[in-house]
């Protein structure tokens, strides 16, 4: 373990990215060898977009959690799934792995059993639309195997299952490996890409980019020689994946029905200027088109068919059609449901008392979190409230780092109960591009880009002061 002189990494404490000197962000305009305190303090984490503040020297961050694993033992350690005590968690993304942590360290004796339908591996999703370009392997994503990650929290972790069904009334959960019994009951389920039912012969072609599974089998395919990838969606993560895409020694091309990128969350100028920086890296954008159908092609690679009449043939289709939350298994157990699980802003609870919702899932006050940092505020209000504590979600602005290097971009976008209440005012600045959403006279959100992004911090405040957050 290295001394605090000798430590040169640090470590978000918010999604686990690390920052090492040696190798700087180039990304960010940090040069190989910046040391830490050298950064400018308007640099933010090139994961989740948090500040320097919520960084720490990970030799701290590493004794901190070994004091963790040396704590007494719990007795869900020793083996059993699930239990009429036990806190029952289902799902292993940030949402999920959150919560145990958190109620660990809360209650180092309840049992905890954590369900997931992969190997239930630590990694942080957003890491998925810049790992291409920055030659990372499926393996190097992975923070911390479901195994040790379990062992460390000393919880039950039952990896590769299913969950079939939810009988609320007998507190039981039908599973791919058979029953389980809980006492609460806590429903980490995600979000999936939005669906839509394409024709053609190759439509089981298209990747959904949405967890490490199709990111591995993605590698194994593009791996080698370029390839051509067509995008569905130019929003947030179609424009992150054409950028590391195209870091990657790919050719693009990004289909959208509206005119420009980022078209429903930035306005139009900041959008057509990251277009022009991505067409300058070979991007081929075709607005006003989407996929109509998909089928195999005559030499092995695949023949798209869009929606005004045009074709082109590729090898690769990924949907970047945005985010639906997973709510099947809630509706059917007839939890109370909208576009995401309803839960309480003060406890996470669901309708019912022994179940509670948390992250991509979750729908609070009819609204949606799918960034990293309130989902982690929904996991510390879960598992206070089950460690009989109270600890309020508070409902924050979304701060939003668009991971494009060629166009630095930082969006603020107005809460919905005001998106239709105002404007974007948009103003040329220098090396840059700043645009205020006004409601009622009101700063409500703002879009920046280039060297402007520097505002952020500041605008940030003033939004969370002018709307009372």
């Not at 040696?22 to 994961?47: H, K, N, Q, V």
């Not at 067509?230 to 195209?246: Q, S």
């Not at 959403?437 to 959100?445: D, M, P």
Request: proline content about 6%.
């Amino acid at each position: 373990m290295n001394t605090p002189e000798q430590d040169i990494r640090w470590i978000c404490t918010v999604c686990g990215w690390i920052y090492d000197e040696d190798e700087g962000d180039p990304d960010s305009g940090l040069a190989p060898g910046t040391r830490f305190e050298d950064i400018p303090e308007d640099w933010y984490c090139p994961l989740c977009g948090v500040t320097k503040a919520d960084f720490m020297p990970l030799h701290e961050y590493a004794a901190q959690r070994a004091a963790q694993t040396d704590a007494p033992r719990p007795r869900a350690a020793r083996g059993g799934v699930g239990g009429p005590d036990a806190v029952v968690i289902v799902g292993a993304g940030i949402a999920g792995w959150t919560v145990a942590e958190e109620l660990r360290a809360r209650d180092p004796d309840r049992p905890i059993t954590l369900i997931s339908n992969d190997e239930a591996a630590a990694y942080t999703k957003p890491g998925l639309s810049m790992a291409i370009g920055q030659g990372r392997a499926p393996a190097d994503l992975i923070e911390q195997s479901g195994p040790a990650k379990a062992a460390e929290l000393g919880i039950t972790l039952q990896a590769n299952t299913a969950v079939i069904s939810l009988n609320t009334d007998g507190k039981r959960l039908l599973t791919t490996r058979g029953p389980v019994h809980y006492g609460d009951l806590v429903l980490a389920l995600g979000a999936r890409q939005r669906f839509r039912a394409f024709d053609g012969d190759a439509v089981g072609r298209i990747t959904r980019l949405n967890h490490l599974a199709a990111y591995r089998r993605l590698r194994e395919r593009l791996d080698g020689d370029s390839r051509h990838v067509t995008l569905i969606g130019a929003g947030l993560i179609g424009v992150e994946l054409a950028e590391d895409l195209t870091a990657g020694g790919h050719r693009v091309t990004v289909l959208d029905l509206s005119e420009r990128m980022l078209d429903r969350l930035a306005p139009a100028p900041l959008g057509s200027e990251l277009g022009e920086h991505l067409a300058a890296k070979g991007v081929d954008f075709r607005p006003h088109s989407s996929l109509a159908r998909l089928d195999h092609h005559a030499d092995g690679r695949l023949k798209v068919t869009l929606t005004n009449g045009g074709e082109l043939v590729t090898d690769e289709v990924i949907s970047a059609m945005g985010l639906v939350p997973n709510t099947d298994l809630a509706r059917r157990a007839g939890l109370v449901t909208n576009r995401g699980i309803v839960a309480s802003l003060e406890t996470m609870q669901a309708s019912d008392n022994h179940v509670y919702a948390v992250g991509d899932c979750a729908e609070i006050q009819s609204r949606s979190y799918f960034f990293i940092e309130p989902i982690r505020r929904m996991a510390q209000t879960a598992a206070a409230h089950l460690a009989g504590e109270l600890l309020p979600f508070e409902h924050r602005p979304a701060a939003i780092r668009v991971k494009t290097p060629s166009l630095p971009v930082m969006l603020c976008p107005p809460d919905r109960s005001q998106a239709d209440l105002g404007r974007w005012v948009s103003q040329r600045v220098a090396d840059g591009q700043r645009a205020d959403f006004v409601s009622r006279g009101t700063l409500a959100g703002y879009a920046l880009a280039g060297k402007a992004v520097s505002e952020h911090e500041s605008l940030y405040r003033d939004v969370n002061r002018r709307t009372g957050r």
